[in-house]
């Protein structure tokens, strides 16, 4: 079965830092995904970014880049110059391998609070 | 992107009836839907994976004959709380995929 660990409930950052909220995963598939979504107060999940296990470079959105640590099972969210709009959770999430290829499920972490103070 | 559109966004309702969700991919067809469970400061739980034209399958612990799925064309699934009582207050969210997963702007839903 697989799993996700987020491992802190709450984060704060100050406006213009970089934070990284971490993530650890547990699959004994080859073939994974890993996700990270936003979901702000007013509930809407918001992609963030994505990794596949066989991606070979870090994944990068804008301010937003994975740190995908395979061996350490490990794919951290590093949000640069924080701004006040990125206060919300944070969910790591992990794509099941599916027989018909993309209708596949997710398994969430528990998520992270993050707060940007001004 | 793809978009998934859900509603009602909210609604209120009075213990012992049903409610219904609806959940529509608008611009791409999906054999498949998925419904989520969230309590409040909580992930997201899997309720169940809806299939155009065939039964659902719920995981383990959902009852399916208080949340029913109908799946009825390639664009549109919906969840029907039956019932309802004030524990099912929660806020329900739906995905589709194209690609990667898109969800729904979710619904709270309150029983009084």
Known sequence: AQKITQTQPGMFVQEKEAVTLDCTYDTSDQSYGLFWYKQPSSGEMIFLIYQGSYDEQNATEGRYSLNFQKARKSANLVISASQLGDSAMYFCAMREPSVGGSNYKLTFGKGTLLTVNP | GAVVSQHPSWVICKSGTSVKIECRSLDFQA?????????????????ATSNEGSKATYEQGVEKDKFLINHASLTLSTLTVTSAHPEDSSFYICSANRGRAFFGQGTRLTVV
């Open chain 2, 31 to 47: 054999t498949t839907m998925f419904w989520y469970r969230q309590f409040p400061k909580q992930s997201l739980m899997l309720m």
